[in-house]
Structure formats: structure tokens, C-alpha cells
């Protein structure tokens, strides 16, 4: 297993638009988590999902985002009409029931 | 709420020369400490850990020490490379079991020859 892989590396969009972004991770983690990091910033925790199940959403996820993890496999995360200030860093990571998360390279969103 | 503060970069330093990156956190029960190192281009990697207080945690040659005292986690390194250069992380969650993590906004180590 490589790590976790997340798709694209780099999104630029239209304020207004839809954007959809991809994550895989570690086959055998059932944990998955996304976090959002700006410039100069560190990563700020938006969501987790144990399996299937969405157990825990920030308040920084906003009614535009919406995640998915359809199968406990791979997870989705949607940003529907897009804002400047959604441009930033997705994390996407991974981790067993109990221990350590495994980061992503991340997705790059630049809303122009 | 659970916060991590650590101190601002950028930090330049020579080849050898030692490191100190202090973080200090609040948080409500007994949380677990770690530095995250990500590398430029490269994802965030998990550097080294801490459970309990007055635990050490320890690799390639980084070593903190949790201070439930101080609510401290402070990164020391005896002798830095240039391969050290990247942004570090301090990050705490609330205890064992717990997802979440809360991170400091990192500091940018640059290591010249």
C-alpha cells in the first residue's frame, strides 16, 4: 500500500462552481478524517468518519460541504458553490481504531 | 476549547547548530502530544509522539518531552542537517482513542550549510 492518495493535487475553479475531491486511504484503516489548511496556517480538523459513518462534522463545515465514505472505503468531499475563501489545503488522512493518522498530500483548491 | 500555540517562523539555522521549537497547549483531560514534520511537496508525517505526562518522545534525532506542569511539548534537536528543513507541526488530541487532532500553525525550520 502506498498511503493515502488524494485527487487532484491541484483544483482551480470559478466561484460559483461545484468542486468534488477524492480521497483513498490506507486499505485497512477504518478511520478516515479531512482537515482544511490555509496559508500559514496549521490543518483545522472538518470532519471523520469511523467506516461508513459520518460520527463527527466541525462548525467550520459549512451547509456547501458535504462528505461521503459510501462503502467505508474511499471517501468524497463536496464544496458546492464555491467562495473565495474556500481556497486552501484539503488533508485527507487515515488511521487504524487506535492509532496513528496518515496525511495525505493533500488537494490544493484555488477559487478565482 | 482545546488550543496549540508554538513559536512563529521562521527559524534560519547553520548546519549543526541546535534546535528549540516550543509549543504549549491547553486542553481539557489528558491529552496525547506530537510534532508532524511535513517536507516540502510531501504530505504531513507524524514525527514523534507522546501519551502521558513526562513521557519522551523520540526520532531521527528530535526529542520532546511532555510537561504537564508547563503544558509544554517543546521540539529540541542536538544538530541539525539540511535535510531538516520543512514546516513543523505541534498537534494535540484529547486523549487515547481520540480523532481529532488540533495543531499549532507550524514553524518553518531552513537549515544552510
Known amino acids: 500500500d502506498t498511503g493515502v492518495s488524494q485527487d487532484p493535487r491541484h483544483k482551480i475553479t470559478k466561484r460559483g462552481q461545484n468542486v468534488t475531491f477524492r480521497c483513498d486511504p490506507i486499505?485497512?484503516?477504518?478511520?478516515l478524517y479531512w482537515y482544511r489548511q490555509t496559508l500559514g496556517q496549521g490543518p483545522e480538523f472538518l470532519t471523520y468518519?469511523?467506516?461508513?459513518?459520518?460520527?463527527?462534522k466541525s462548525r467550520l463545515l459549512s451547509d456547501r460541504f458535504s462528505a461521503e465514505r459510501p462503502k467505508g472505503s474511499f471517501s468524497t468531499l463536496e464544496i458546492q458553490r464555491t467562495e473565495q475563501g474556500d481556497s486552501a489545503m484539503y488533508l485527507c488522512?487515515?488511521?487504524?481504531?487506535?492509532?496513528?493518522?496518515?496525511f495525505g498530500q493533500g488537494t490544493r483548491l484555488t477559487v478565482v | 476549547g482545546d488550543s496549540v500555540t508554538q513559536m512563529e517562523g521562521p527559524v534560519t539555522l547553520s548546519e549543526e547548530a541546535f534546535l528549540t521549537i516550543n509549543c504549549t497547549y491547553t486542553?481539557?483531560?489528558?491529552?496525547?502530544l506530537f510534532w508532524y514534520v511535513q517536507y516540502p511537496g510531501e504530505g504531513l508525517q507524524l514525527l514523534l509522539k507522546?501519551?502521558?505526562?513526562?513521557d519522551k518522545g523520540s526520532n531521527k534525532g528530535f526529542e520532546a518531552t511532555y510537561r504537564k506542569e508547563t503544558t509544554s511539548f517543546h521540539l529540541e534537536k542536538g544538530s541539525v542537517q539540511v535535510s531538516d528543513s520543512a514546516v513543523y507541526f505541534c498537534?494535540?488530541?484529547?486523549?487515547?482513542?481520540?480523532?481529532?487532532?488540533?495543531f499549532g500553525k507550524g514553524t518553518k525550520l531552513s537549515v544552510i550549510p
Open positions: 488522512a487515515s488511521s487504524p481504531e487506535l492509532g496513528e493518522a496518515f
Open positions: 486499505s485497512e484503516h477504518n478511520r
Open positions: 468518519f469511523q467506516n461508513e459513518a459520518q460520527l463527527e
Open positions: 486542553a481539557t483531560g489528558y491529552p496525547s
Open positions: 507522546a501519551t502521558k505526562a513526562d
Open positions: 498537534a494535540s488530541n484529547s486523549g487515547a482513542g481520540s480523532y481529532q487532532l488540533t
